[in-house]
């Protein structure tokens, strides 16, 4: 004798699908195993894993471009204090300035010349000195390599820089004695300020130069990125289609344990009146 039961009703496949479909709701990705698709799951992690990638090198453009803009700022002031400071030269180049005159135009001078070497020492970007070698080292700064991409020659490289009034030629100015400031000695130092000015003019120019390229690299990263998101995407789950999977595997999946409960039930009673 056979007693049969409803084990078509205890399909396997219906808890997996179910699985399956709430798996794909929650992680919001269409492929999660390899047994789902394991050439599209190989090409869908890829370009996740570049998507990373390009998101970190747009970070890290974005701190290049916050470094070359303090840069900027920094050596901006720098240069109006070598405007101020020519302006007093040529205050005292003239005869008709007095010798008190001319020692307090120098004493200014000093001032500003110390404020100069301050914003050097003080400018850095995380720690990181940006007009000298350190805070205390006023020779020339490191040079600044940006990782601007995903490989690793994808450099965008700052000069070294010494923007301080020892790398712009300022010593002697730094160093002038009131005794012997006279006229003559304050229009020789309007080349010896010029200089500096052009200096500086080189260093401004090339930092611009260079946050020209961050940004050009930036946005052309952030198009890639995107481009490649959006390829990405159709690997994504498509909700209503899953949820609606879901249901309906959750429905067959109590009418499968209902129908087993039902099943036992009869046997245990065909069983029992056959015993009886």
Same mark, same amino acid.
């Given at each position: 004798?056979?007693?049969?039961?409803?084990?078509?009703?205890?399909?396997?496949?219906? @808890?997996?699908?179910?699985?399956?479909?709430? $798996?794909?709701?929650?992680?919001?990705?269409?492929?999660?195993?390899?047994?789902?698709?394991?050439?599209?799951?190989? %090409?869908?992690?890829?370009?996740?894993?570049?998507?990373?990638?390009? /998101?970190?090198?747009?970070? +890290?453009?974005?701190?290049?471009?916050?470094?070359?803009? %303090?840069?900027?700022?920094?050596?901006?002031? #720098?240069?109006?204090?070598?405007?101020?400071?020519?302006?007093?030269?040529?205050?005292?180049?003239?005869?008709?300035?007095?010798?008190?005159?001319?020692?307090?135009?120098?004493?200014?001078?000093?001032?500003?010349?110390? !404020?100069?070497?301050? %914003?050097?020492?003080?400018?850095?970007? +995380?720690?990181?000195?940006?007009? !000298?070698?350190?805070? $205390?080292?006023?020779?020339?700064?490191?040079?600044?390599? @940006?990782?601007?991409?995903?490989?690793?020659? *994808?450099?965008?490289?700052?000069?070294?820089?010494?923007?301080?009034?020892?790398?712009?030629? =300022?010593?002697?100015?730094?160093?002038?004695?009131?005794?012997?400031?006279?006229?003559?000695?304050?229009?020789?130092?309007?080349?010896?300020?010029?200089?500096?000015?052009?200096?500086?003019?080189? %260093?401004?120019?090339?930092?611009?130069?260079?946050?020209?390229?961050?940004?050009?690299?930036?946005?052309?990263?952030?198009?890639?990125?995107?481009?490649? !998101?959006?390829?990405?995407?159709?690997?994504?789950?498509?909700?209503?289609?899953?949820?609606?999977?879901?249901?309906? !595997? *959750?429905? =067959?999946?109590?009418?499968?344990?209902?129908?087993?409960? #039902?099943?036992?039930?009869?046997? #245990?009673?065909?069983? /029992?009146?056959?015993?009886?």
């Amino acid at each position: 004798m056979q007693i049969n039961s409803n084990n078509s009703l205890l399909n396997q496949n219906v @808890y997996l699908n179910a699985n399956q479909a709430l $798996t794909r709701i929650a992680t919001g990705i269409e492929l999660n195993r390899s047994s789902d698709n394991a050439s599209s799951l190989a %090409i869908a992690n890829n370009l996740l894993s570049q998507s990373s990638g390009y /998101s970190q090198a747009i970070e +890290n453009t974005n701190s290049a471009v916050a470094a070359t803009q %303090i840069t900027s700022g920094a050596t901006n002031e #720098q240069s109006k204090i070598l405007d101020n400071i020519k302006e007093k030269l040529l205050q005292a180049s003239t005869d008709t300035t007095s010798k008190e005159g001319r020692d307090a135009i120098l004493k200014d001078i000093k001032s500003q010349l110390e !404020q100069f070497d301050k %914003i050097a020492s003080s400018t850095n970007y +995380n720690g990181q000195s940006l007009l !000298q070698k350190s805070a $205390t080292d006023n020779s020339a700064s490191n040079i600044q390599q @940006y990782q601007s991409g995903l490989k690793g020659e *994808n450099l965008i490289e700052t000069p070294a820089v010494q923007s301080n009034t020892t790398g712009l030629g =300022l010593s002697n100015l730094v160093n002038q004695d009131s005794s012997t400031f006279t006229s003559e000695v304050a229009r020789n130092f309007l080349e010896t300020v010029d200089k500096a000015n052009n200096g500086l003019n080189t %260093i401004r120019s090339e930092m611009g130069s260079i946050q020209n390229q961050l940004e050009s690299s930036g946005r052309n990263l952030l198009t890639q990125r995107t481009n490649t !998101q959006n390829a990405a995407s159709m690997f994504d789950t498509d909700y209503a289609k899953e949820s609606s999977n879901f249901s309906k !595997q *959750n429905i =067959l999946a109590k009418i499968g344990a209902f129908g087993q409960a #039902q099943s036992s039930y009869i046997n #245990q009673q065909i069983v /029992s009146r056959l015993i009886g």
